[in-house]
Structure formats: structure tokens, C-alpha cells
């Protein structure tokens, strides 16, 4: 933070409302003559404008002596908080002559500071606040001393301050105690040498909690020995003193240590009696410094446990998930520890909040071992469980979110511990119909995959809950499972039969007088039920009115009854049929080899022609969104017929079909299983930036002769290494990259700000530099915003000297993702000739980059959110970039994106297509999908269209911008 360049700066502690006085601020005799007004309300008017003046930069010297006479004795409890603020802003030094300016100037003496003569009176009204019978009079007059720096002001009012010390309301004490801190650390011992004696004499007989807390705050900071005296005095009542005094007591114990290791045994005591403290605050910041002090088993095993109550005891999303992230930072260095507390931190996903379970199974996945496995999936199988029993509002709202979590947890945990797979996936494999079936499938079809032994448990199990399977994708997963992998006579006879009856037999196609009726019964329902209402005789003979609603019934036979793959593939899902095409083909080419009679093969090689017949037929006849799929449908289908009905095309094609789908999806698993392990060894290195035994040179030390290899020697490196900072040069480029210039260099004001941005915040620092040799007065940066961003903190009124500068701040608040502008004026007027003037300064364009990060989920997940958000922007592809996958890194790049796409490097191809994934600071959700082709006919250029979808137009416009920007501003580079 720069110097205060104004002399008032040194004084004022507060700031006002720029529209504190509306309308314009009066002259300096129109305030003069309302202070002399016996209205209470006139007078804060008018000694609120003297301060927005002087604010400004207005001397305003005729106003001192009005406040003295007619404002600084009255009782009106408001006036008499302007008058502290007004003895903040006010010169209370007399301003130095030009000879003795000149005479400092040329090597004299310093120019002696003199008090104004007003300035007694001012103190007399100080004092007698000080002895006011209103403790509040005295509390607040105490309160406003520790804001006054001079000495001269403060020295007479020294002896009425002590004995406040003494007086009777623990409101005036606890504030004249800080009064006694303030002029000692202000004036050390020219004012109060006897301050740190007197504060521990108070503190022995004090019983106020706050007045205590002070007092120790100020042995605290001037007088630590006799901080840390009173300290083990007091060691068993510390719990008694309150959590302020508590707070204190751990920035004690973490300065001492600090200072000095060998003081850890005298705090060891009271930092383990502090963390059973009924506060929390206490318990959290007592935990974090006894881990910081000690590594030892017992102290690091008693922080984990306040952790944990902490984790289950409190409902504050924040403080829950500030208590996770120290979990997570324990477990790095003492996961044995913490796998003893694994249950106790698994008890913390009884939380309503998704974000909150997400970080527990995080923290508990990389506590899991072989010992305690069992017992945390037992937690999660029971928690799966939980969520398809609770039905209230708040598991409503983390359900389907929270359930595809737990079955991750558990996916890992089988992963990683083969034992417990066979006990969870029968588990997991009820909830198939469910919300989170795509997860469970996935987790089914990996379990197969890697463990053949479960194999015939799982896919008769698979085959006895296909016909509750009621999602389109989840369906054709289970199809493929049960193509790929039953291997036994009985199996794939009874998959084939349990297919086909699902199935039933064609047409698949809506019959017209099915759609007729269809339709009508969804416009009775449309309709809704009928109101009827009429007069009935009652059985004492009186009449009544009775109102009857009549809802159309509907016919057993009208409901649908037909298995759900039948619905499917009749609803036109034409991707379904050719999975069911293909699956039935696999049955039909395998089952010769397993021992299945020829007549029975026979039968399902009829079977599985018939079907496919009719899949092509329903491909063609229904209009559904999958209709452009047509021809893949019809060209798949046929060559699963001729693999059934031409012996040389089954020769060719049976082993393909049979064997190299599961090779494929194997190679698919071990990739993504490398790709995490390699993950999880990137987290477990840790950077060395300094060997122990690194020589360090210091340039004072080293000889005036350089000697052999201290010549090359870089002192700059060596501190870089030693403090670890060895990035200096990037850091430092990255902060030059936020200056902006506003202004020109032959303007009379030059300008330009340095931008800060910090998720919600931008800051910025507006360098203003006088070039002309006038001072300029009320010179103010008027901002202005376009887009979601509010300015929260104006920037106040300068004067600046001639060729002088100064550094002005503005404070804004963004509230979205989305690109936006800071435009404004400098607005001055010229001291000598009174000429107002204004200097138009250039935009200030926000990037969105500052606010995307990269981020992951599911394909799952991305699809849900990909059909459920609404703003859509298709930029076109245009690009001198003739490699797809260097074009996609230079998208993710750009972007500060994830792709969630795997790809093979080596792979040669003429189309890639890619999903990208984002969240912005606010949570916002940034979905985007690259569909990128390698054209023979174009010269080998890519063409294609990049999709942008999120739930706000902002982001999508925003990116897009982006995405347009950096892929055409890549051309010149490329020609170059």
C-alpha cells in the first residue's frame, strides 16, 4: 500500500458516502453560519459537509473555532460522533513558513512540528469526556483516542486514561485499556513507561471477560514475558476466560514457538485443554497449532479427533468443508493416523449439501486399505441404500447426484481391492432402474471385464433384472454385456430367450388405430378431470349441493403392457436396434462352439433374422431424431445377416465380431486406469526447490577477490532457491500482462491501472500522474461498467501537486461469467486558473479466462447437463491448424478448459470429435463439444463447428467470442 500522498490521509481512519450531501457541498461561510444554529439536526449538516470538504482537499481554517464554540459541548449523542471525526481530518499543526522551509531545505534543522492554539481547547473537551459521569461519554472518548497519533494531544489526557482503568463499568476499563495499548505502542515510553506494569496489575484483579481479553492483547504485543507469566499462572482457568482470550493465547503459543522451539513444552498443556473447548473457533485454531508445533503421533491423533467432531458437530457448509481441506492436508503426512477415524469422517455424508459428500469420499477414498475396506463399503452400500428410501426435500435435492457418487466410491473400491467386488455389485445391480443405472452398468461392465470368475454370478443376475431396465443407453450397455460375455451353453441359450421374448416379435412398428387410441387418451388426460355439481336431498329431508370430479377412466387393455426394450425400439430408437441386431448375431455365431444342438441354433439364427428384418423396417418407417442414422443401421444389420446366412462371410467375420470388441474395451480400461495412476503419482511427488545441502552464498560474506568458481556464482539464483521463489521472471510478466494504459503520454493527467482479479472481486489500482506544473484540485476517476459488474467502492476526490502523482483504488464486483468493459473520465479542475478539465480514458476490457477453471465430471453427467441447458453458441471452425489433434490442444489451451475425451495421439484420422469441460468461479457450468474434420477436398484444412452450451447466455456468448478470437489469431503466426 502507497504512502498517503495527502496530509489529511495521515489522519483520517474512516470514509463517508459521496452523496452524504446531496445537492452540493456548501461554502465555507455557509457552514460557519449554520454550526452557529440551536438545531441539532443543522449543525451534523453542516460539520458533515466541512469534512466532505476537507476530505477534498479544502483547508477550511475559519471552521475549527466554530466546532469549539458551538458543537464540542453539546449533548446531542450524534454531533457528537461527527466532532471525533472531524478531530481526525483537522490540521492540528500549524503549517510552515517559507523560510523555514527553505532553511530545512538547505541542510538547516528540521522544522519543528507547533501545536495550534485551538488545539488546548480542543484537549480541555477530550479531558472532560474523560471524566464524564456517563460511562458511555467515557467508553466512546476512550474508544476515539486510540485513533489519535500525536503525542502533544495524547500527554495531557495520560493520567485521566489510567484512571479509567479504575473505574467502576467494565465498559469503560476494557476500552481504557486499550487506550493504554495504543499510546504505548504509538509513543512507546515518552508517554506511558509504565504501561506493560500497569496492565498486568489490572489483568491479576480484572473479572470482565473483554476487559481481560484487551489487557492480555496488550502484554500481548509490548510485553511477552509477562504475557506468558500471567499465562502459567493462570493455566487451569484459561478455559474460564472466554474465546477471545483463548484466540489470543494460540497467537502467543504460535509466536513463541516460532521464535523460539525450545518454548513448545510450556504450551503443550493449554493447547490440549483447548481443543475440548465448547467453541468451535477455538478447537479448529487450537488443532492447526498443535500440528504446526508437533508432529508426534498423540498430538497429531488428538487434532484429528476435534477435526472430526468438528465435521459432525457443525452445520456450516463452510466451516465443514474448511474442515475437510485440513483433513486433507493431514492425510498426506499422517494417513495412518487418519484411517483410524475413517468411520467417523464417513458420518459426515449425512449432510444435505452434494459438495460436502464429495469432498468426504474424496478424503475417505485415500484413507482406504486393505483392513478397513469391508467397513467402508458396508458405510457405502448402506448410504446407496439410504437414497432410494429417503423421499424428503433435502435427499430430493442431493439424490441422483449423490447416489452416482457413492457408486464411484464403491467402483474404486473394487478396483482397487478385487475382495469386495463380488460383495457389492449384486448390491449395486438392484438399482440398475434407477436414476443412477448408468453408473451401475459401468461399474458392471468393468467388473466383468476384470474379473472373469464373477462373470457367471453377475450375468445371471444381469439377465434375471434386464426386464426393469427402463433407460435407452443403460439397455443397450446390458445388451453388449450379455453379447460379449456369456460363454457357457445355458447362459446364452437363456439371455437369447430372455431377449427375444422382450423383444416379442414384428412389426416394431405403431399400428394407426394403436396411435389413434394413444392419442386420444392423451387428450382426455390433457383434459384433466370434470367438475359436476348437484343438488341432493339429505336424510333429514334438507337439501344440499354436491360437488363430484369425474376423471376419464382408462381400460386395462388401453395400458401399456409391452416389455421395455419392445417400447424402446417401437419409440424408434434406432441405435438400440442395431445393438440388439449385433448382440443377437454374437449369440448365434457362439453358440455352435459351446455345445448348443444345431437345431436349437437353428432356431435362434430364425429368431435373430426375423428381428433384424424387422429393426430395418421400423428404421425406415418411423420419423424420429435418429433418422439420419438410417443407412449405419441398415449397413450394420446387413452384415450381421450375411454373417449369419453366408458360411465365407462368417468365416471372415466371426472372430472380428467375437473377440475384438472385448480386446477393445480391455486396451479402454487399462488406458483410463494408467491415466489415474499416473495422476495419483503427480500428487504424491513433491517438488524439491532446495537440497539440504545446497550451498547458499551471501554477497557480504564472499571475498572483494573473486576466487575459481565464485565467479559464475548468481546471487539472485541462490535466494531464488533457497526461498524457493525461482518463477520470478514469469510472475512478474503475468502482472505486467494486467496493466492497462488509460491515458495518453501528451495528456495533461496520465493514467493506467493495474488489475487485480480475485474470484468475485476486481481491483484496481489507477496510477495517476500530474504532467502539467499547476496543482490540480478535486481531480476524481469517474468509472463506469457494462456488463454484470457493479462498482462497490468509488474512487474519492485528489488534489495532486504539480507533476506530482498518486495512486487511486476502485473496487467492483462481478456477479457472472461474462465478458464485460470498465470505461470512465478524469474529471479535474486547474488551481491557478480555475479551468475544469476532463481526460477520456481508454476501455478496460475483462478477459472471462479470469474466471473459467478447468474442471471434470462424468459423460453421464456431461449429457444430462448438455440436453438440459439451453444457451446454445456454434462457432465454425476456421483455422490455418492442419493437425486435429494440435488443433484440440490449442482449443483447450486457449480456453483454460478439460477435455474429457480420451484420444490416442499415434492415431491417424480424418475426423476427432471431443468434449470440454469447465466451471466458472461463481459455479457456473461450461460445456463444449469439438466436431473437427480433415477435408481431402479443402487442402487439408479442418472444417467443423465448435457447440457451447451453459445455463447462461453470458458464458456462451463470452466463449464463443473467445474461441472466435484465439482460432483466427492464430493464422498469422501460423504464415509467419
Not at 458437530?313 to 474442515?323: A, R, Y
Not at 468411520?343 to 485415500?366: E, G
Not at 349441493?545 to 387393455?557: F, G
Amino acid at each position: 500500500m502507497s504512502a498517503a500522498t495527502n496530509s489529511n490521509e495521515s489522519y483520517c481512519t474512516f470514509t463517508l458516502a459521496s452523496d452524504v450531501t446531496a445537492g452540493g457541498l456548501p461554502s465555507e461561510e455557509e457552514i460557519a453560519k449554520q454550526l452557529e444554529s440551536n438545531d441539532p439536526k443543522i449543525k451534523r449538516h453542516a460539520l458533515k459537509a466541512a469534512i466532505m470538504a476537507m476530505l477534498g482537499g479544502e483547508a477550511m481554517p475559519r471552521i475549527l473555532m466554530q466546532v469549539i464554540r458551538f458543537c464540542i459541548n453539546s449533548d446531542d449523542k450524534p454531533l457528537k460522533k461527527l466532532c471525533m471525526l472531524y478531530w481526525e481530518v483537522v490540521p492540528k499543526y500549524q503549517e510552515p513558513t517559507s523560510d523555514e522551509v527553505l532553511r530545512a531545505a538547505s541542510g538547516g534543522t528540521a522544522v519543528p512540528r507547533k501545536l495550534l492554539p485551538e488545539m488546548i481547547l480542543v484537549c480541555n473537551a477530550l479531558m472532560n469526556d474523560l471524566i464524564h459521569p456517563n460511562e458511555y461519554v467515557r467508553g466512546g472518548m476512550l474508544r476515539f483516542l486510540c485513533k489519535v497519533k500525536d503525542e502533544e494531544i495524547l500527554g495531557p489526557l495520560i493520567p485521566s486514561i489510567k484512571a479509567c482503568l479504575q473505574h467502576r463499568h467494565q465498559y469503560v476499563r476494557k476500552n481504557a485499556v486499550l487506550a493504554v495499548f495504543h499510546a504505548h505502542r504509538t509513543h512507546g515510553e515518552a508517554l506511558i513507561p509504565d504501561g506493560p506494569e500497569l496492565v498486568e496489575a489490572f489483568i491479576s484483579a480484572e473479572t470482565d471477560v473483554g476487559a481481560r481479553r484487551n489487557a492480555f492483547l496488550m502484554l500481548y504485543n509490548e510485553s511477552e514475558e509477562l504475557a506468558i507469566q500471567f499465562l502459567a499462572k493462570n493455566l487451569d482457568d484459561v478455559s474460564k476466560f472466554g474465546d477471545g482470550f483463548a484466540l489470543l493465547v494460540l497467537d502467543l503459543t504460535r509466536k513463541a514457538c516460532r521464535r523460539d522451539p525450545n518454548q513448545k513444552s510450556r504450551f503443550v498443556r493449554v493447547l490440549f485443554q483447548m481443543l475440548g473447548s465448547d467453541s468451535a473457533a477455538v478447537s479448529y485454531e487450537a488443532a492447526w497449532t498443535l500440528i504446526s508445533l508437533s508432529n508426534s503421533p498423540t498430538a497429531v491423533r488428538a487434532a484429528a479427533v476435534t477435526y472430526t467432531n468438528l465435521l459432525n458437530s457443525q452445520n456450516d457448509n463452510n466451516v465443514m468443508m474448511i474442515v475437510l481441506e485440513r483433513l486433507g492436508e493431514l492425510q498426506k503426512k499422517h494417513s495412518k493416523i487418519l484411517q483410524e477415524l475413517l468411520q467417523d469422517i464417513l458420518r459426515a455424508l449425512s449432510s444435505p449439501n452434494p459438495d460436502i459428500c464429495k469432498k468426504v469420499l474424496d478424503v475417505a477414498m485415500t484413507l482406504v486399505t486393505s483392513k478397513n475396506v469391508s467397513e467402508v463399503v458396508t458405510t457405502l452400500k448402506r448410504e446407496v441404500s439410504k437414497t432410494t428410501q429417503e423421499s424428503s426435500d433435502s435427499s430430493e435435492d442431493k439424490g441422483k447426484v449423490y447416489r452416482n457418487m457413492l457408486i464411484s466410491a464403491i467402483h474404486g473400491c473394487a478396483v482397487r481391492f478385487p475382495d469386495v467386488a463380488e460383495s457389492v455389485v449384486h448390491t449395486l445391480m438392484d438399482f440398475l432402474s434407477s436414476d443412477g443405472g448408468m453408473q451401475v452398468v459401468i461399474f458392471v461392465r468393468a467388473i466383468v471385464e476384470q474379473y472373469p470368475d464373477l462373470r457367471p454370478a453377475i450375468l445371471t443376475k444381469l439377465i434375471a433384472t434386464a426386464d426393469e431396465v427402463n433407460n435407452n443407453h443403460v439397455m443397450c450397455i446390458c445388451l453388449w454385456i450379455l453379447g460379449e460375455y456369456c460363454e457357457t451353453s445355458e447362459t446364452v441359450v437363456h439371455a437369447f430367450d430372455v431377449i427375444s421374448t422382450q423383444l416379442g416379435e414384428a412389426p416394431y412398428i405403431v399400428q394407426a388405430e394403436e396411435k389413434q387410441a394413444a392419442e386420444q387418451a392423451a387428450a382426455d388426460a390433457a383434459k384433466g378431470p370434470k367438475l359436476v355439481t348437484k343438488n341432493v336431498v339429505l336424510a333429514d329431508g334438507t337439501y344440499a349441493t354436491q360437488t363430484i370430479y369425474s376423471e376419464p377412466k382408462v381400460a386395462p387393455a388401453d395400458l401399456d403392457k409391452s416389455p421395455n426394450l419392445r417400447k424402446m425400439i417401437v419409440g424408434g430408437d434406432i441405435f438400440m436396434g442395431t445393438i440388439v441386431a449385433s448382440c443377437m448375431t454374437k449369440m448365434c455365431l457362439r453358440a455352435p462352439d459351446l455345445g448348443v444342438g444345431a437345431v436349437d441354433v437353428k432356431k435362434m439364427t430364425v429368431k435373430a433374422l426375423l428381428a433384424m428384418c424387422g429393426i430395418v423396417k421400423m428404421a425406415e418407417a418411423t420419423v424420429s431424431a435418429q433418422k439420419s442414422s438410417l443407412a449405419d443401421c441398415s449397413e450394420r444389420v446387413s452384415l450381421c445377416c450375411r454373417a449369419l446366412l453366408d458360411p465365407k462371410a462368417r468365416a471372415l467375420l466371426k472372430q472380428t465380431m467375437l473377440s475384438e470388441g472385448k480386446v477393445s474395451f480391455a486396451s479402454f480400461l487399462k488406458h483410463i486406469q494408467g491415466k489415474e495412476g499416473d495422476g495419483e503419482e503427480k500428487k504424491e511427488e513433491e517438488v524439491v526447490t532446495a537440497q539440504a545441502d545446497d550451498l547458499i552464498h551471501f554477497r557480504q560474506l564472499r571475498s572483494l577477490t573473486a576466487q575459481g568458481g565464485d565467479l559464475d556464482l548468481d546471487d539472485g539464483s541462490d535466494l531464488a532457491r533457497a526461498t524457493g521463489y525461482a518463477d520470478g521472471s514469469s510472475l512478474l510478466s503475468n502482472e505486467l500482462s494486467h496493466v492497462y494504459q488509460l491515458s495518453g503520454f501528451a495528456d495533461p493527467v496520465y493514467a493506467e491501472a493495474f488489475v487485480t482479479v480475485h474470484d468475485y472481486d476486481i481491483l484496481l489500482e489507477i496510477l495517476v500522474i500530474n504532467r502539467t506544473p499547476n496543482t490540480l484540485a478535486n481531480l476524481t476517476v469517474e468509472l463506469s461498467t457494462m456488463g454484470d459488474m457493479k462498482i462497490v467502492e468509488r474512487p474519492q476526490s485528489q488534489t495532486i501537486g504539480p507533476l506530482d502523482q498518486v495512486t487511486i483504488r476502485a473496487s467492483i464486483k462481478v456477479s457472472s461469467t461474462e465478458t464485460g468493459h470498465i470505461f470512465g473520465t478524469i474529471v479535474y479542475e486547474d488551481a491557478s486558473t480555475q479551468e475544469k478539465g476532463y481526460v477520456n480514458l481508454n476501455d478496460i476490457h475483462m478477459d472471462i479466462m479470469d474466471y473459467i477453471r478447468p474442471a471434470t465430471c462424468t459423460d453421464e453427467v456431461f449429457r444430462s447437463m448438455w440436453a438440459e441447458f439451453e444457451w446454445e453458441n456454434k462457432v465454425a471452425v476456421s483455422t490455418s491448424i492442419k493437425d486435429l489433434v494440435e488443433f484440440l490442444d490449442h482449443v483447450v489451451s486457449s480456453t483454460n478448459m478439460s477435455c474429457l475425451t480420451p484420444h490416442d495421439r499415434n492415431e491417424k484420422g480424418s475426423f476427432l470429435a471431443a468434449n470440454l469441460y469447465a466451471k466458472s468461479v461463481f459455479g457456473e457450468d461450461a460445456l463444449v463439444n469439438v466436431s473437427v474434420e480433415k477435408k481431402d477436398d479443402n487442402d487439408g484444412k479442418l472444417a467443423g463447428y465448435i457447440r457451447i452450451r451453459s445455463k447462461t447466455q453470458g458464458i456462451a456468448l463470452s466463449l464463443g467470442d473467445r474461441i472466435t478470437s484465439v482460432q483466427r489469431g492464430l493464422q498469422p503466426n501460423k504464415k509467419q
